[in-house]
């Protein structure tokens, strides 16, 4: 008997995402009783504001919900997504470019299908986000990673990125604020990224879902508002999970030029048509409605920024720059291998993260996720609380002064 054909190839190659792996394994342990404090997922622990919520019921008594709607996003969605990106991003689209996703992953993905053809080479930043080198992947495209460490507070030159680039490059991915790191680029240094890919001729993947969490009086310029010219190769990709706690809602979005995004309408109408309206309809409430309740969230993050970087500045071999963006700190912890802690000497953050989780029940990302080895990603997305307990924990297995 002839045996079963294979799998994909390509969807065996690819690795589930860490963060999401981390969290798993971080709740199932909490389930089974165990006091794990996590740093692994980037979710607001804030519950959606309720005039979001009341939205969402008010739609659900709307049969015309329930109905199929313009795969594209709903118009008055697509009108509320050009009117905060002419406010955040200094760009004026019309709706008909601009695409809702179910979620920013669903963006990314579709970016990547629309601008990437096989072998292109993808200028991907690194410590990066961990869907990134995946999505590229999918589209037969080639990640090339240019890699800044903490001495350049995670951010990449023009002359690194000129470096990595070849006659196959044609896209590069763009990312301030950043997850995993937190770094936001000045508006100087985006204006150059920016102008370097103008100058030849690169699609730029610019996600900006954390554009509005924002710390120290820091603004998060868009590239396409440092060099408007830039617009016509470059896709916008956001989302209302992060800035209004609606990560379970999935509603995310990518603008770009009319070209490009109707190639995306296409793929979106055999993918996965239109996104649940009721989820739409709570979306166009969060860019209308009061911003009062997400400026006390980004308020709270402001205040946990600052706890969690004062207080794992105090272990010695740890480095910590100073995230001035998303709800993510991204230390150095290089100082920490080689060394034993309670009978384990580990040598890459893998074992390190295995080490704190056994040790201190306490949940990190290591930095092989994201990048090369020698970090650590922890989200301070997460009570006031736990925050602190987890970071104590972490001084007591490492010896804090």
């Known amino acids: 008997m002839t045996s079963r054909a294979p799998l994909s190839r390509k969807l065996s190659a690819i690795a589930e995402s860490a963060t999401l792996k981390v969290d798993a394994k971080a709740k199932a342990l909490q389930a089974a009783g165990r006091p794990v404090v996590s740093y692994a997922a980037g979710e607001p622990d804030f519950a959606t504001p309720s005039f979001i919520v009341e939205a969402a019921a008010e739609a659900l008594r709307d049969p015309a919900n329930f109905r199929y709607t313009p795969a594209a996003g709903l118009p008055v969605l697509r009108e509320a997504i050009a009117a905060k990106t002419h406010r955040d991003s200094g760009l004026d689209v019309a709706p008909t470019q601009i695409i809702v996703t179910n979620g920013g992953k669903q963006a990314v993905y579709q970016a990547f299908q629309t601008v990437v053809n096989p072998g292109d080479e993808v200028l991907l930043p690194a410590p990066y986000w961990t869907t990134y080198p995946e999505a590229i992947a999918l589209a037969d495209g080639v990640p090339v990673e240019v890699f800044a460490g903490a001495d350049q507070d995670y951010k990449v030159t023009v002359a690194q990125l000129e470096a990595a680039r070849t006659d196959k490059t044609t896209v590069l991915v763009f990312v301030s604020p950043s997850n995993p790191t937190g770094a936001v680029y000045t508006p100087e240094e985006t204006a150059a990224i920016g102008e370097w890919a103008l100058e030849h001729g690169i699609w730029v993947i610019t996600d900006e879902i954390y554009q509005n969490l924002v710390y120290e009086g820091a603004r998060a310029v868009s590239i396409v508002e440092a060099v408007p010219a830039l617009a016509d190769q470059t896709i916008l990709v956001n989302g209302v999970a992060k800035t209004y706690a609606m990560t379970g809602w999935r509603v995310g979005w990518m ?13 979106q109408s055999h993918l996965s048509s239109n996104v649940n309206n009721i989820a739409q309809r709570a979306a166009v409430a969060a860019l209308t409605g009061p911003q009062s309740e997400a400026e006390q969230f980004r308020a709270a993050f402001d ?34 291998l080689g060394r034993e ?6 040598t890459t953050t893998l074992e390190l993260a295995d080490l704190i989780l056994d040790q201190a029940e306490v949940a990190v990302v ?11 990603r922890l989200s301070y997305a997460l009570g006031d609380e736990q925050l602190l307990e987890g970071v104590q924990r972490l001084q007591r297995l490492f010896g804090a002064a």
């Open 341 to 346: 802690w309670a009978g384990t000497t580990p």
């Open 303 to 336: 205040r946990r920024r600052r706890l969690i970087v004062s207080e794992l500045a105090k272990i010695p071999g740890v480095t910590v720059p100073n995230p001035l963006g998303a709800f993510y700190v991204y230390p150095d912890v290089t100082g920490l």
């Open 366 to 376: 290591p930095g092989e996720a994201f990048g090369p080895s020698g970090y650590l």
């Open 255 to 267: 603008i770009g030029p009319a070209d490009a995004m109707k190639l995306a309408g296409n793929l």
